[in-house]
Nanobody
Framework: QVQLAESGGGSVQAGGSLRLSCAAS????????MAWVRQAPGKEREWVAI????????YNADSVKGRFTISQDAAKTASFLQMSSLKPEDTAMYYC????????????????WGQGTQVTVSS
């Protein structure tokens, strides 16, 4: 059973930084991708960033480009989301997510989810 565990959320003032971590376990090999998805109260889930573990290629949503950076550890079983220049509109529950195969990763069709970590940015 694949499990994802996030950590690192918290409260910060606008312009500040936070680093989120996600540890994956239960994979027989390693995840094909690791992604971060956020959901603010009353809003739909928004994909934020994704990293393909085999080659380290990353993609970010336009809303966070230039401010957020996704990375992975050497074992490729953990991902990190470095968030800088945070804005109040970044306030949300942030989830780590992954999928069972490459095609699902490419379609952002995530199957496995962590419990989420809250990020609150005050103005």
């Amino acid at each position: 059973q694949v499990q994802l565990a996030e950590s690192g959320g918290g409260s910060v003032q606008a312009g500040g930084s936070l680093r989120l971590s996600c540890a994956a376990s239960g994979y027989s090999a390693r995840p094909y991708c690791m992604a971060w998805v956020r959901q603010a109260p009353g809003k739909e889930r928004e994909w934020v960033a994704i990293i393909y573990t085999s080659n380290g290629v990353t993609y970010n949503a336009d809303s966070v480009k230039g401010r957020f950076t996704i990375s992975q550890d050497a074992a490729k079983t953990a991902s990190f989301l470095q968030m800088s220049s945070l804005k109040p509109e970044d306030t949300a529950m942030y989830y780590c997510a992954t999928a069972p195969n490459l095609r699902s990763c490419q379609k952002r069709d995530f199957v496995y989810w962590g419990q989420g970590t809250q990020v609150t940015v005050s103005s």
